[in-house]
């Protein structure tokens, strides 16, 4: 069963930039598509971006050109960069292993991403 724990999360201004990772063990790192989900309050868990197992990425329409997903398979790990913040990217950010269109028994805790002035 693979493992995923998320960091890298916290409180900034909106326009300022934080980078995710989540390093994935108990598995083949690199056999999985990856992605990165947010949940805000009272809203569903969404999908934001995926990368696959040779690179190819995937945004969802309201972070393209602001996130950039990347992995390191040496390192287990896939990172999200994230660039020019706005409130409305507040969420608990989580990541998952492919294929995406599942219901999920397993999440990581997820990391606190809160944009606010």
């Known amino acids: 069963q693979v493992q995923l724990v998320e960091s890298g999360g916290g409180l900034v201004q909106p326009g300022r930039s934080l980078r995710l990772s989540c390093a994935a063990s108990?598995?083949?790192?690199?056999?999985?598509?990856m992605g990165w989900f947010r949940q805000a309050p009272g809203k569903q868990r969404e999908l934001v971006a995926t990368?696959?197992?040779?690179?190819?990425?995937n945004y969802v329409d309201s972070v393209k050109g602001r996130f950039t997903i990347s992995r390191d398979n040496a390192k287990n790990t896939v990172y999200l960069q994230m660039n020019s913040l706005k409130p409305e990217d507040t969420a608990v950010y989580y990541c998952n292993i492919g294929p995406f269109n599942r219901p999920y028994s397993y999440w990581g805790q997820g990391t606190q991403v809160t944009v606010s002035s």
């Open positions: 108990g598995g083949i790192f690199h056999f999985y598509a």
């Open positions: 990368i696959t197992t040779g690179g190819t990425t």
